[in-house]
């Protein structure tokens, strides 16, 4: 084929993608490709176009190869980086986007999406630190600039982050990620012009549904703060849909993988090496929304606990694992003996030594956690279980109310949430029989009602000395990098956190359903 022939496929790919049009370009790559797989341009949009269509671990495999062949090339590092981050290869990634910035240190897109990664990995100072260079370069913009709103409110600095925000909307108002996030706060009230201009966002010819979807959830929240429950749960109620239709979610199968946990768990497992292993460790297990992050905060008040947040290692192992026997959990629990448990208990405290580095204690507060008790415990059978939980319909419908940023997918139907609130349920009656030394049950209204008996209580099951810091976790100066619950543990303990009251009348079918 032509030089002339290849450089007229990779025309057409490049407007395709431009367009959108994934599959065009894939059709015109691939012929590109098949004449000569080493063509680096056609390498590297193949790259993109894999990329673009959710393919991150076949993007990286094409962009490394664009990168061997012209490793000083700013943008394929960049999108190297961003495959390679969205594989989970979070180290690697960040060799190649710091390069990126070596290379095209002028170049405003390389230092955003290495603030993009840091802060994903909740590098929040040198997160920053890249957005602030973004703005230097480019002020205007937008995702830089919300970058740095979410920083500061992890941080816990609130009024920088409203600042930041409504600085995006003055000069973006129709950007659905900074109303998102200023809306998200909860402890920032939106105005009777915040809704009209919502509305009006909402009314954009051609809108994305994505964006959509932060402007509905943001409207609840405008609507809501202005007492109109009725105007608030519609808008709520149509966010929700255009989000379920986003999202795959098969509650049968959960279901049938419950009882699957059930039934590989509930005979006995070989008598650990060392049962002491793990005794640094702490897990605070729950649903969404049901007051973990409070109680992380609290154990991470106590000069002995670092509190790591939503960590994913322990679901790692465990998926590391599966791949491994080349089976799912918990298909191989059965196998596994003794010393493989001892084994995956090793590796889960090298991945998290980071943590201990200060403080002897850490916490581990991934939502993905409470699936993975029984193995947790296998692994480490000196760790403690700290089991969250909330009145069920408060937690269906704070998760209800509530956009999360990846997973949580049942949360967008209030019957597929109370189905899989039953079978957490089910699952952590189950953990708590069979480990009673090892999982306290935690209920967060007892918590909020009597807030000194219960973290004292706390801290002796965790083996801690009391510390009056505890009782006042809203002094306590960390990042909390769920932005949907960072402003709020800045708050003094208070009990009147119920949001169900004003909706009672919409959520009759929901009690209904958790009550039979």
């Known amino acids: 084929m032509p030089a002339a022939h290849t450089g007229k496929l990779l025309a057409e790919a490049g407007l395709a993608l431009g367009a959108g049009k994934l599959d065009l370009a894939e059709r015109a790559l691939m012929r590109a490709l098949g004449v000569d797989p080493g063509q680096v341009d056609a390498q ?15 993007a990286a495999d094409w962009l490394r190869k664009a990168v061997a062949q012209r490793p000083g090339d700013a943008r394929m590092q960049t999108y190297l980086g961003c495959a390679l981050h969205d594989t989970g290869a979070l180290d690697e990634a960040l060799i190649h986007l710091r390069r990126a910035c070596e290379l095209a240190p002028g170049q405003a897109p390389g230092w955003y999406n290495l603030g993009k990664a840091l802060k994903q990995q909740g590098r929040l100072p040198e997160a920053d630190q890249a957005f602030r260079r973004t703005l230097a370069l480019d002020e205007r913009h937008p995702l830089a600039r919300i970058g740095v709103a979410d920083i500061a409110t ?37 105005s ?90 702490i897990f605070v297990v729950s649903l969404p929304r049901s007051g973990s992050t409070l109680v992380e905060h609290i154990l991470a008040s106590h000069p002995q606990v670092e509190g790591a947040n939503e960590i994913p290692d322990l679901p790692q192992v465990i998926e590391d694992e599966s791949r491994r026997r080349g089976q799912a959990f918990p298909d191989w629990v059965a196998a596994a003996t003794a010393a493989d448990w001892h084994r995956l208990g090793r590796d889960y405290l090298a991945r998290t ?13 991934n939502i993905s956690n409470w699936p993975l008790v029984g193995a947790a415990l296998a692994m480490l059978p000196g760790a403690k279980v700290i089991h969250c939980h909330r009145d069920p319909v408060e ?35 189950f953990w708590l029989a069979r480990h009673p030394q090892h999982v306290l049950d935690f209920p967060y209204e007892t918590l909020v009602r009597e807030p000194e008996t219960q973290i004292r209580r706390l801290l002796a099951f965790c083996g801690l000395p009391f510390d009056p810091a505890c009782l006042t976790p809203h002094r306590t100066r960390r990042e909390v990098l769920s932005t949907a619950s960072a402003a709020q543990v800045r708050e003094p303990i208070r009990a009147d956190t119920a949001h169900s009251t004003p909706y009672l009348q919409w959520l009759q079918p929901l009690r209904d359903r958790l009550a039979r």
């Open 44 to 58: 590297f949009l193949y790259g993109v176009t894999c990329l673009m269509g959710g393919q991150a671990a076949k």
């Open 154 to 190: 992890m941080q816990g600095d609130i009024p920088r982050a409203v600042a930041e925000y409504r600085l995006v909307l003055r000069l973006h108002p129709e950007r659905a990620e900074a109303w998102h996030g200023l809306a998200n706060l909860k402890t920032e009230p939106l």
């Open 192 to 281: 009777p012009a915040d809704v009209e201009q919502l509305r009006r966002c909402l009314r954009q010819p051609g809108l994305q549904p994505d964006l959509r979807v932060m402007l509905g959830f943001s409207l609840f929240r405008a609507l809501e703060d202005q007492r109109d429950y009725a105007g608030a749960f519609e808008a709520l109620r149509q966010a929700n849909a255009d989000k379920r239709r986003l999202v795959e979610w098969d509650a049968a199968a959960e279901h049938a993988k419950i009882d699957r946990i059930m039934q590989a768990f509930r005979a006995p497992l070989p008598a650990p090496l060392d049962p002491t292993l793990g005794q640094e460790a």
């Open 353 to 365: 030594a980071s943590w201990r580095r200060q403080r002897p204690y850490f916490t581990d507060k």
């Open 395 to 429: 937690t269906c419908f704070s998760c209800y109310r509530h956009l999360f940023r990846h997973g949580v997918h049942y949360s967008y139907d209030l019957d597929e949430m109370a189905e899989n609130c039953r079978d957490y349920e089910r699952l952590s009656a």
